[in-house]
């Protein structure tokens, strides 16, 4: 991810709900032209935000098991309020329906207690079926793992998820990869 739109994840509920933030840097290479004179987070980074939320709580359910979560469709989409440097966004997902590979969530961001963005979103679980090629299921398996626990590494509800004997450093910054 190029642009990782998730700094750390607050909660979690394994399986049903996750909880994110995002704080908004200035130096933010995009903010320059998104305006010059007034720099807002663009409105597809905020929906990225979600999507990237939806992803992790995904890949969580069961134990990183969807290496390849692809969006399908993104609907009833409203924006509602700007985001600008140095605030903090948080985003909130719920796992409404699974139907096989497809999980329905919905989703919002917010500052403080007004809304940026809201979706239904509905995510496909892939798998490639074929541990023999770069990047295999349990290469992304392993990858989503240190990614995760980069983010919510200093909770308890972190902690209990770690398998035996599992030590994740937090090698990553919020902005790698």
């Given at each position: 991810?190029?642009?990782?739109?998730i700094?750390?994840?607050?909660?979690l509920?394994?399986?049903?709900?996750?909880v994110?933030?995002r704080?908004?840097?200035?130096?933010?290479?995009?903010l320059?032209d998104?305006?010059?004179?007034f720099?807002v987070?663009p409105?597809?980074?905020m929906?990225?935000?979600?999507?990237?939320?939806?992803v992790?709580?995904i890949?969580?359910?069961?134990?990183?098991?969807s290496a390849l979560?692809?969006?399908?469709?993104?609907?009833?989409?409203?924006?509602?309020?700007?985001?600008?440097p140095?605030?903090t966004?948080?985003v909130?997902?719920?796992?409404f329906?699974r139907?096989?590979?497809?999980?329905?969530?919905?989703?919002?961001?917010?500052k403080?207690?007004?809304t940026?963005?809201s979706?239904?979103?509905?995510?496909?679980s892939c798998?490639?079926?074929?541990?023999?090629?770069?990047?295999t299921?349990?290469?992304?398996?392993?990858?989503?793992?240190?990614?995760?626990?980069?983010l919510f590494?200093?909770?308890?509800?972190?902690?209990a998820l770690?398998?035996?004997g599992?030590n994740?450093?937090?090698t990553?910054?919020?902005h790698?990869?």
């Amino acid at each position: 991810m190029k642009y990782r739109q998730i700094d750390r994840i607050t909660e979690l509920t394994p399986g049903q709900r996750l909880v994110g933030e995002r704080t908004l840097a200035a130096n933010e290479e995009y903010l320059a032209d998104h305006f010059p004179r007034f720099p807002v987070m663009p409105g597809v980074m905020m929906l990225e935000a979600l999507h990237q939320a939806a992803v992790w709580l995904i890949r969580m359910s069961p134990d990183f098991d969807s290496a390849l979560v692809l969006l399908r469709e993104a609907k009833s989409v409203k924006f509602g309020d700007f985001l600008s440097p140095g605030e903090t966004l948080t985003v909130e997902v719920e796992i409404f329906k699974r139907d096989g590979a497809l999980t329905i969530v919905k989703a919002k961001a917010r500052k403080g207690d007004r809304t940026t963005v809201s979706a239904r979103l509905v995510l496909e679980s892939c798998s490639s079926g074929d541990p023999e090629h770069l990047g295999t299921d349990a290469d992304v398996q392993r990858l989503s793992r240190e990614q995760f626990f980069s983010l919510f590494s200093d909770s308890p509800a972190a902690m209990a998820l770690r398998r035996p004997g599992e030590n994740i450093s937090p090698t990553m910054t919020p902005h790698s990869v």
